[in-house]
């Protein structure tokens, strides 16, 4: 007689999954894994460095005092009860298709974190060190290359557009855990051109053949952790060299031009205009990000700065940075859904802090870890759900609250990536890949 079968709801219904031997977290992983048979799962954190305004965005307080509530109404979405600022019309016609997580906050004990001693926090999960542009600690990006790089040789595991923010690097994990930066960067550039993606034309420099086979002849003594590091740098910049699949998956200008426009089109970059650059668009940048998972990059970690308006905050906002976050976000999650990969790659969209609940004298808000918003969506999120919320004033989590290394633990699942797995630093010391934190169940 065949053993019955249970479907997933049946097994949470009746309390069954004891009877089989399985914890709610082996059915996750299971689910994770039968996800993966389509393709590797792949995360994209679109980093909002600056810390975007909660109250002005994605958890807006229409009833507070104007001080409160700043000059933006609020409008309805797709999912009722649900509001959002009414400079995301687009994201509200699609809000069935992302979550939001509306009570996140640092550890009380971190105090009032900056920019950069969060950004380390967000990345990493520990608190920085002497220098906080200065890793101390790998970035989830780093863990992800050390579990992951040597699934698909021919394309690096951890990808930043277009260069490294603190809290990205690798650490004592080595040269082999960072990153591969593109350096173009497909904001400003008009031709996108990834320079270590092409071969040197310089008279007499080996090919990519020739570079493997001088890695191969090297020394094959005792080596140090730092050149075994090296060593695998070497040979992964190499086997990219000779990837025809990497550099197409970079090849950002075989895009159509309709969706390259659907994205955003690039404005002309003044660089005698700070307040221009200071919002860059970098929509073509969350495009290229699109075509990485796609191509089996694992992480990627997109540079959407710089959301931090202490003066001039509403009309920095509503010009710039909302029409364009607002277009840009879900013509990703369409271009994803296109793609084929959105329902195996995890999209995280969120910044190092939040703002204060109370407009300053210069029209902004300045900086807030007491609470803060994050949306997100794909590798299994179930869209239109609010995680937590945040009291009347959006000064501090009502209920539900989450801490930042939550997201990172729900990272980490949905890479497949053991939490309390060890490595050991330069000292010998081991260090796991996240002290706490566990992942958001509610959003799946």
Not at 243 to 253: G, I
Not at 387 to 411: E, I, W
Request: glycine share 8%.
């Amino acid at each position: 007689m065949a053993a019955p079968t249970y479907n997933r709801r049946q097994l949470l219904q009746v309390g069954m999954l004891g009877s089989v031997g399985l914890s709610l977290p082996d059915l996750l992983r299971l689910e994770a894994r039968a996800l993966n048979r389509s393709g590797p799962t792949s995360v994209v954190i679109l980093w909002m460095r600056g810390g975007p305004s909660q109250h002005d965005m994605w958890d807006p307080k229409p009833d507070a005092p104007a001080e409160i509530r700043g000059e933006f109404a609020s409008i309805a979405t797709s999912v009722p009860g649900v509001r959002l600022s009414e400079h995301l019309p687009l994201s509200a016609k699609a809000m069935h298709r992302f979550s939001l997580v509306r009570s996140l906050r640092h550890l009380p004990e971190d105090g009032n974190v900056g920019h950069s001693d969060a950004d380390q926090i967000c990345f990493t999960g520990y608190k920085s060190g002497p220098q906080p542009d200065v890793n101390t600690m790998p970035s989830c990006g780093a863990w992800a290359a050390k579990f992951l790089r040597d699934t698909d040789p021919g394309m690096p595991a951890y990808v930043m557009v277009p260069r490294m923010v603190p809290g990205t690097d690798a650490a004592w994990l080595g040269s082999a855990c960072r990153p591969f930066e593109t350096k173009s960067d497909p904001a400003r550039d008009a031709v996108f051109k990834v320079p270590n993606l092409t071969p040197s034309a310089r008279p007499g420099a080996p090919t990519p053949d020739e570079g493997r086979a001088l890695v191969n002849a090297f020394d094959q003594g005792p080596r140090s952790a730092q050149t075994e590091s090296l060593d695998r740098f070497q040979q992964q910049a190499l086997d990219l060299l000779r990837s025809d699949r990497a550099r197409k998956a970079f090849d950002l200008n075989s895009e159509s031009p309709s969706l390259r426009a659907a994205y955003g089109q690039m404005p002309e970059f003044d660089p005698k205009d700070p307040e221009r650059c200071g919002c860059p668009n970098w929509a073509q940048r969350m495009l290229l990000a699109a075509r990485l998972v796609e191509a089996g990059v694992r992480l990627v970690t997109v540079d959407l700065r710089w959301w931090d308006f202490h003066k001039k905050g509403f009309e920095s906002q509503k010009q710039g940075f909302l029409p364009r976050w607002d277009r840009a976000f879900t013509a990703f999650l369409d271009d994803l859904q296109n793609r084929g990969v959105l329902d195996r790659t995890l999209v995280v969209a969120w910044g190092e802090i939040g703002r204060t609940p109370v407009v300053n004298d210069r029209a902004g808000r300045d900086h807030w870890p007491y609470v803060m918003s994050a949306a997100f969506a794909g590798g299994g999120v179930k869209g239109g759900r609010v995680v937590g919320s945040s009291d009347a004033k959006g000064a501090h989590p009502r209920d539900n609250p989450k801490l930042v290394h939550d997201v990172l633990a729900t990272v980490y699942r949905h890479l497949g990536i053991d939490t309390a797995a060890t490595a050991l630093d330069h000292t010998g010391r081991p260090n796991m890949v996240l002290p706490h934190g566990k992942p958001i169940d509610e959003l799946f």
